[in-house]
């Protein structure tokens, strides 16, 4: 059965239309094509539900299922949540509309997959387009530290991005989906949420790009983020020692964003 192994893959989108077609050839282009694409729309209001809509036949083409939700604007947090919630597979792999994925993202994690039985979220690292042309690498593999615990971790530094993992479903689930009260970091909520709980697998190659711009359906000014920031930490703060906390509380304060 693991040798037909099929994925979920969930990318939510909202007001997408100027990216979304390199987003769409990126999954078209996957040389593994065992897996279904559901496009989870928050509400767009210019053409990016229309464009996904023109690439349907390329999808049906590849014998590739292909599903478009349209959801009311609540976030994309509430995008995922609907998406992973229509899903018909064990392991969801996201990616935001503005990221792409090389050729081979799906191949390689199903490989993992079958070599590493023992892993619920397998994860790659990423290549960080900035608006000026300059590219910025993140390894998050060397962020991880093996025999120390992961929530604690994830709490002092969000190692994770959501279009770098591929993750059981069910890690979801137990943790109650994405915080839809959250206007952003929901991804970051949902990692400690699971905590401990992962079993990760790092694929050491740069398998993804993700790209900086404007107003996209998860980046806002820091002044609105850190309130959510602040949310999570209190949510988390009978967990964590009162030196971590207050550790991550400053690292929250004293941001770069804050000089833009």
């Known amino acids: 059965m693991l040798n037909n192994l099929f994925f979920s893959v969930i990318c939510p989108t909202f ?14 282009s996957q040389t593994y094509k065992n897996f279904e694409i559901i496009y989870s729309d928050d509400g767009s209001t210019d053409e ?17 299922n292909v599903r478009i939700l349209k959801n009311s604007h609540k976030g994309p947090g509430a995008a995922r949540n609907e998406g992973i919630k229509s899903s018909n597979y064990d392991w969801i792999s996201f990616i935001d509309s503005d990221d792409q994925w090389t050729e081979k993202k799906l191949e390689k994690v199903f490989k993992s997959i079958k070599m590493f039985k023992d892993c619920n979220c397998i994860v790659h690292n990423e290549i960080f387009k900035k608006k000026d042309g300059k590219e910025v690498q993140f390894n998050y593999k060397v962020k991880f530290k093996k025999y120390e ?20 479903k069910k890690l979801i689930i137990d943790a109650n989906y994405f915080d839809e009260e959250l206007a952003n970091a929901q991804d970051y909520d949902l990692w400690l949420k699971i905590g401990d709980n992962f079993n990760f697998h790092f694929i050491d190659e740069f398998l993804g790009f993700y790209n900086e711009r404007d107003n996209n359906i998860t980046s806002r000014a820091y002044k609105n983020k850190i309130v959510n ?23 929250i304060l004293i941001n770069k964003e804050w000089f833009k």
Request: aromatic share 16%.
């Open 229 to 251: 920031l602040f949310k999570i930490l209190k949510k988390n703060k009978k967990n964590v020692s009162k030196l971590n906390y207050y550790y991550k509380f400053l690292r």
């Open 149 to 168: 615990s992961i929530y604690n971790q994830l709490f002092l530094n969000n190692f994770l991005s959501t279009s770098s993992v591929t993750l059981k």
């Open 15 to 28: 007001n997408s239309k100027n990216f979304i077609e390199k987003n769409i050839l990126s999954i078209l």
């Open 48 to 64: 990016t539900v229309n464009i996904i809509k023109d690439y349907e036949k390329y999808f049906i083409e590849k014998k590739i």
